[in-house]
Structures are given as C-alpha cells and as structure tokens.
C-alpha cells in the first residue's frame, strides 16, 4: 500500500535557513512530492509534524492543515485500493489537485501566514499581517485576487487608494512593506511570478517626522508633580520614568520584565524587537520604582510589574499580547492627561520616554555609537530616528567654534 510522509524538502534550502514543508508520496517505488504552503526550520517542523503524526493537531491552525492535508491522500489511497486497479503517485497527488503550488490566493495565503505567526507566539508580527490584510480587503472588495495577479500597477493602484482615503504617508509606507514581506513569503514557499517584481521602485520607507522628546526642565516638571489626587496617573508615570531611567526601554520590555532579569546591582534583559541584550546599572531611581511597584518578588519567573498577568484558561482569559496592548492604551492615555495637567508638549507617550533618553545622553556628550548600544539598536542609523535636530542655537556656537580656527 502506498505510504504518505510530511517532510521538510532539505535540497531546496530557503534563504532564512528554513525548508519547504512538503508531502511525500511513495508508491511502487515511486515518489511524488506536494508542495505545502509552509516553511520551517527543523526544530518547528518536529513539533508540528509530531502533532500531525499524533493527530494531536487541536491546538495549532497549521497542524490541523496538515492533517486533514495527509487524511485526504488516504482517503485517495483507499478509494484507488478499492477499484483493485492498478494506480501511481500522481494518482494520489490528485486529491489535493485543486491547490496546485504556486495559485495562491492572495488573502487566503495572508491568513495562512497569521495563523503560522500565532501559532509561534509572534503575535506582534501576526497582528501587523492582520492590519494589512484588512486594508487589502478593502481595495479588493468582494474580489478574489490570486498572488499572480499582484502586479506593479495592483501595488501602485493600492498605494493610491490608500492616499486617496486619507491614510497618512507613513502608515502608506507601513502596509505596503508588510505587503512586501507577504509577497517574498509566497516566493519562498513556491509561488512562482510571472511579471516584472511588483514593488519594484515603490517607496516603503517612513518620512522623516518631527522627533519627541522632552528637555531637562520638562522632565524635572514631571517627576516633581504633585499627582497624589490621580493615583490611576501616578503608576503610569512610574512606567514612563523607569523606562526613562533605564537607558529607554521600551514598554513592551517593562511589560515583559522578570525578576530572573534583575541579578544585584544590574538588569540584563533581552529586546523584543531587536533580541539585543542590553545590561543596566540599577541606580538609586531605577531602585524606588522597583521597591514601589515590584510584585511577586519571591518567584524569579513572575513579571516584575503588575502589567501582565499568567494566563490560567486559554479560552477565557486574554493571552499576554493581548494583555500588553490594552496595558499600552491604558498607560498612553494616563499620559496624555497628565501631559494636559502638566501642560507638557508634545503630549506624553511611552516611546517619548525611549526618545528622550537617547537626545538628553546626546546633549550630554554620549558618542551616538554609545547611545545605540543603550537602545540595543543593531545600527547607529537607527539611533538618529530618536535624536532631536540640533538646536539652532548649538549649530551657531558650534559653527562660531570652527570659524574661530582660521
């Protein structure tokens, strides 16, 4: 009887490093290979394959695929063992004839990708996909669009109808390199173009905005505020400061925080974003707050602020992601009330605290090459997108300086 393996397809190594999932289909010593629309690395494929082996697949959007994937070449196995005739491998390949590799059906596949990103707990990226898959919904209505149909005129007609809803350049920039990613995805996993590359000379890159951060007297401002009468605000300046305090690290990094991080007299942490680790003195500032608004300081593996709580039922209670994003709004709309009451300007988030750590080192005398070690940033490019223009005031002096040489 003929046999059905899932496998990664190891002679065709992807650029990431990762493998074609792929089914094999063996018969009379004959072997016929399907592609899936997945891609792994071989200690992801373990865990789904053991899953689609055990048909344990409940918990994971992809090990489902794969199993009802691999139940319906059996299903063609038995069906062509019932005829008694005599049968191949392309016999059986038929049953999934109908999703040959490379139609790919442009938000289907976007689902796809959102299900494999959750399923690996990356639900930052899955949500990214997420907003975008939205907006493509939109300009292609009730359409069903194949990924052979993206095309440099679908991008650019895009682009436009985004501009022509009003959605600001930057967000442009940002659905259409997600867009992008989406596409090289669909390459990598087989599909096959058939045009010139759609993005080709498509700007993606964010303009230039106004950096934000606050001076030495704004930020004195803040700490020294009486804010007694709102304690709901007087947490989330907390935040805001020990982010501040702590080389500016970002929300998402508090949020995540454990006490396993803390050792003596330092922290040494992880980025989220950049998987940098950065390492920080804790000073006298850094201490109070970890005094004031530590929790569960007993268990190395509890989270250090009360931010994020254990998710006991899956069903019920919202997952960590989840969590952070409603604690960010929360916390960012302290901060705008307490900027109205404090009449700072520009209007407090949590990322100001980042931007205003990396200008004041700055304005102190920090080599950038310095700062951006502090942000854990893996590029000094990087670092100036946090940086405030020069004063104009420190250019003329500046510029009096070395006018004065000659």
Request: net charge positive; aromatic share 10%; hydrophobic share 35%.
């Amino acid at each position: 009887m003929a046999t059905v393996k899932l496998k990664l397809n190891k002679c065709r190594v992807l650029k990431d490093g990762s493998y074609p999932v792929v089914f094999q289909l063996l018969h009379r010593r004959k072997k016929e290979i399907v592609y899936t629309k997945y891609r792994m690395n071989e200690n992801e494929f373990i865990q789904i394959s053991e899953k689609v082996s055990s048909n344990n697949c409940s918990g994971c959007a992809i090990s489902r695929e794969l199993h009802k994937t691999a139940r319906l070449f059996y299903l063609q196995i038995r069906r062509l063992e019932a005829t008694g005739d005599e049968y191949t491998v392309k016999d059986i390949a038929v049953a999934v004839a109908s999703k040959p590799a490379g139609k790919y059906i442009l938000l289907d596949f976007i689902d796809s990708q959102i299900s494999w990103k959750k399923s690996m707990k990356k639900d930052g990226i899955a949500a990214a996909y997420r907003s975008t898959r939205s907006s493509l919904a939109k300009y292609i209505g009730s359409k069903q669009v194949k990924m052979s149909q993206v095309t440099q005129r679908f991008v650019i007609c895009y682009k436009d109808f985004l501009s022509g809803n009003g959605v600001s350049e930057n967000t442009q920039a940002y659905y259409l390199r997600n867009f992008r990613t989406l596409y090289n995805l669909a390459v990598k996993d087989g599909f096959v173009p058939k045009c010139t590359y759609p993005f080709k000379d498509i700007c993606t890159k964010p303009c230039k905005t106004i950096k934000r951060a606050l001076n030495k007297e704004q930020m004195l401002r803040l700490t020294q505020s009486n804010l007694s009468s709102h304690p709901e605000l007087i947490q989330s300046r907390a935040i805001f400061l020990f982010g501040f305090y702590a080389q500016g690290m970002a929300f998402v990094d508090i949020a995540f925080l454990k006490w396993k991080n803390i050792n003596g007299n330092s922290i040494s942490y992880r980025r989220h974003k950049s998987k940098q680790t950065i390492q920080i003195t804790i000073t006298s500032q850094i201490q109070a707050i970890l005094d004031e608004y530590g929790v569960h300081k007993e268990s190395a593996d509890s989270y250090v602020f009360p931010i994020l709580k254990p998710v006991i039922n899956p069903k019920t209670d919202k997952n960590e992601y989840e969590q952070y994003r409603v604690a960010l709004e929360r916390t960012n709309r302290h901060l705008k009330t307490i900027s109205e009451k404090l009449r700072i300007t520009p209007s407090l988030t949590t990322y100001i605290a980042r931007h205003t750590w990396a200008t004041l080192a700055r304005e102190y005398g920090a080599p950038i090459a310095t700062i951006s070690t502090g942000l854990g940033h893996t590029k000094e490019e990087m670092t100036q997108v946090y940086l405030k223009e020069l004063d104009p005031t420190n250019l003329k002096r500046i510029n009096d300086m070395v006018n004065s040489l000659l």
